[in-house]
């Protein structure tokens, strides 16, 4: 059912989204009820049902919102920097710190993990998992337009090993250290990798 066009209905329909956020970001999809999202948030079952028709309508709504919403600060934030392979630097290191700072950041990656497989929505979820492959496709197409990455360097394939790397040490980082040097991990690997893409 549509949500109704309203400040309240939007108010109501970010809350439920932002709870379930904290909630999954906490317990991953499968440990996560909805009663726990009701209960803790002051959210009535009425609302819940009328903006999601379900847990998994839930799921994959907060991870498209989280998706988006942390790709647009991380451009913002990156969009500091004078050339587009330093904002691509820029970028994960401001993504590995906000996953340190803000729990519900942590849901992405969770969602990701847990739903991939998920028999009704794991194909959504994948299309949309997509984004920051796309993104940093896009940066390593304008660093090739101004010679800041060799013309030989396949921008799909290096996307794909940045943001495959990244998650790689996001989940290393969680089992070793609790999440505490995902940052460190991350700039120390781009620091490696980023200069081989310019040199021959």
């Not at 803790?40 to 498209?64: C, M, N, P, Q, W």
């Not at 847990?114 to 390593?140: C, Q």
Request: hydrophobic share 45%; glycine share 8%.
């Amino acid at each position: 059912m549509a949500a109704p066009a309203t400040a309240k209905g939007e108010q109501t329909r970010r809350q439920i989204l932002d709870a379930g956020a904290r909630v999954f970001a906490e317990r991953g999809y499968w440990g996560a009820s909805l009663n726990q999202l009701i209960g803790r948030h002051k959210i009535t079952k009425g609302s819940f049902y009328f903006y999601f028709g379900s847990k998994e309508a839930l799921a994959l709504a907060v991870f498209k919102d989280l998706q988006e919403r942390t790709a647009a600060r991380l451009m913002a934030r990156a969009g500091a920097a004078p050339t587009p392979l330093l904002q691509l630097r820029s970028m994960f290191i401001e993504r590995a710190r906000l996953n340190s700072i803000e729990p519900s950041v942590k849901a992405i990656s969770k969602l990701c993990h847990d739903l991939t497989n998920h028999p009704k929505i794991g194909a959504e979820l994948s299309s949309a998992s997509r984004l920051p492959v796309l993104i940093t496709r896009d940066l390593l197409t304008q660093a090739k337009a101004i010679g800041e990455v060799r013309w030989d360097v396949d921008a799909d394939a290096a996307a794909e090993a940045i943001v495959g790397a990244v998650i790689g040490f996001e989940e290393l980082s969680e089992q070793t250290t609790g999440g505490r040097d995902f940052r460190e991990r991350v700039e120390r690997f781009l620091d490696m990798f980023l200069p081989s893409l310019s040199k021959v």
